[in-house]
């Protein structure tokens, strides 16, 4: 997991730069991760249904090679463009090709490995092993942004980040195979759906698996359905749409506008290392609202949401403004904390607001809600930026401008807290 999403991190950071050197358009790159985001929102709920059927270590596996595949070729692919060996049009559609390996595949890995913990571990072991695997991943976000800029090596430049995760990746799926107990579960799991990875979230332990409580049991034998219109959660389910649009439009967006500003479109290295870098303090941000300020505060989803919010549309509103390396990185940390204290609050909103038989369903929509976000917005973000750089910061604002006016009175968390 922590491989995984450092290598995603480290390729955002790459991407701007690669970008500018085939001359290739932003908004091409960004549609690119559009198709793939389409590819994980179909296929993950698929893979974690699949994921109490089949041999999880056997999931894992498809999901690692994926993963490899994925990336070796996309940088494959960049390498020979950057190269000259093939022409920009040829390199953005075998990138687009490739990037839905990752898509179709790797989103077996992560409902893979949750299950594969859980299943293993005693009811006092559960909470301690989720959370150190909700941490890899948000580690790792942290990770790939700060060591992008060292994998930039001849002869493969700019790629030479996708190519050494792509290796690293190889290093995983072998140590699986040779260290990794068999895959004989000694409590029923079902893993959860994961949302498209991205560089600002993680997954943590839903309450159903940290009180160990629907782990240690039979899994039923029909699966609970409710409908998206559930006035339960309805209200939950649009502050997750509306927030995460907001927030993959920024995140989408970050990347080119560091490189624009600071005028880097003709030193492409240098580009990796300031949008890695931007990206890094945005990661901290996050795990410093997820691991600090959401525990520190005992914050409620309610208050976790509009707070979030509020912060959000601060540091949105203040990297709209700022033309300098500091300016952009105080209010990308500052977006990036807002949106660390929202995403959780509306998980556990949601959460809250159905029954406990009901938190299956309930965690496959939330997956979807946030892995919906990434189809189309950063691609709106980015053909926004170049049309009208200030139209792509009015977009975010008001969006989450419109998520406090309308929370206040919409967001309700239900009774079924304790039942």
Not at 112 to 117: C, D, L, S
Not at 135 to 143: C, K, N, R
Not at 285 to 306: D, E, K, N
Request: hydrophobic share 55%.
């Amino acid at each position: 997991m922590l491989v995984a999403a450092a290598g995603n991190t480290a390729m955002q950071s790459a991407l701007p730069a690669i970008a500018s050197e085939l001359e290739m358009p932003d908004v091409w790159v960004s549609l690119a991760f559009s198709w793939s985001a389409l590819l994980w929102v179909i296929t993950a709920p698929k893979w974690a249904r699949m994921s109490d059927r089949r041999g999880r270590k056997q999931l894992m596996s498809v999901g690692v090679i994926g993963f490899i595949a994925s990336m070796g070729l996309c940088g494959l692919a960049l390498w020979m463009g950057l190269a000259g060996w093939i022409g920009p049009v040829t390199t953005f559609v075998l990138f687009a090709l490739f990037r839905s390996l990752y898509g179709g595949f790797g989103s077996a890995a992560p409902p893979a490995v949750q299950a594969y913990v859980a299943a293993r571990t005693e009811r006092e072991e559960r909470t301690k092993a989720l959370s150190m695997l909700a941490s890899s991943f948000g580690v790792g976000t942290v990770i790939g942004p700060a060591v992008a800029h060292y994998l930039l090596f001849p002869p493969f430049g700019l790629a030479g980040p996708l190519i050494m995760f792509a290796a690293f990746g190889v290093a995983v799926l072998v140590a699986l195979h040779v260290q990794l107990p068999n895959d004989t579960p000694r409590f029923a799991a079902r893993g959860d759906v994961a949302a498209y990875p991205n560089s600002a979230s993680m997954n943590s332990p839903e309450p159903e698996q940290a009180d160990g409580q629907a782990l240690d049991s039979v899994l039923p034998d029909t699966e609970v359905r409710l409908p998206w219109r559930d006035q339960r959660m309805l209200a939950w389910l649009i502050a997750g749409l509306i927030g995460g649009h907001a927030q993959a439009i920024l995140l989408g967006v970050v990347g080119f506008l560091v490189r624009d500003r600071l005028g880097l479109q003709d030193r492409p290295w240098e580009a990796v290392q300031a949008s890695g870098s931007v990206m890094l303090i945005g990661a901290m941000a996050t795990l410093l609202a997820q691991w600090g300020l959401i525990p520190m505060l005992s914050l409620a989803a309610r208050s976790s949401v509009l707070l979030g919010s509020a912060l959000a549309l601060i540091g949105v509103a203040l990297t709209a403004v700022s033309q300098d390396f500091y300016g952009i990185s105080t209010g990308f940390a500052i977006a990036s904390l807002g949106f660390g204290l929202f995403r959780p609050g509306f998980t556990a909103g949601a959460s809250l607001a159905v029954r406990r038989h009901e938190q299956g369903d309930v965690a496959g929509k939330i997956a979807s809600i946030n892995g919906a976000a990434y189809i189309v917005a950063p691609a709106i973000g980015v053909a926004l930026l170049d049309l009208w750089e200030p139209a792509t910061f009015i977009l975010t604002g008001a969006a989450l401008l419109f998520l406090i006016i309308w929370g206040r009175k919409a967001l309700v968390v239900s009774s079924f807290e304790k039942t």
